[in-house]
């Protein structure tokens, strides 16, 4: 893991990888979960049985926001900024879900720092996100986002 002293640290890191995350398992239960909080109840998500007899492999698919919802997850297992009182979400330039997961694939993240720009009391990082699929060569999930990062 990537250790940074401060906010404004991370400048030297644009254009570079950051890291990888380790490896998370995106389990059935997990998709239910995720299908329960947010009302997203389609049977490519969560029937079983029908996934079984009618999706290519067999298996339920993790809804794509589930995916990019993990980035909260893996992103602290590639990176952590020690001397910051907090970071906010500031939004997305862009999302793609380019492949499905499986219910019991593992993921990992990629990232790699596009862009930091100096704000009043800290910066504002602009991160490439790319997510794995194991075993896979397309990624499932490529994402810009952005977030502030205050000392």
């Known amino acids: 893991m990537l250790e940074i002293e401060t906010p404004a640290d991370m400048a030297q890191w644009v254009g570079k990888k950051l890291g990888t995350s380790e490896w998370y398992t995106v389990d059935q239960r997990t998709i239910d979960l995720f299908a329960e909080a947010t009302g997203d109840h389609q049977w490519i998500h969560i029937d079983t049985e029908r ?82 699929v194991e075993g896979n060569t397309r990624p499932c999930l490529v994402a810009e986002t952005l977030s502030q990062v205050y000392d």
Do not use: D, Q
């Open 51 to 132: 996934a079984a007899r009618e999706l290519p492999g067999g298996k339920t698919i993790a809804h794509g926001f589930l995916t990019l919802s993990l980035l909260p997850r893996l992103s602290p297992l590639v990176y952590r900024i020690k001397k910051r009182s907090r970071a906010l979400n500031y939004g997305s330039n862009k999302v793609r879900f380019t492949a499905m997961v499986p219910s019991g694939s593992r993921v990992r993240l990629h990232l790699t720092l596009k862009a930091c720009e100096p704000i009043p009391g800290g910066v504002r990082l602009t991160m490439e996100n790319e997510m794995e």
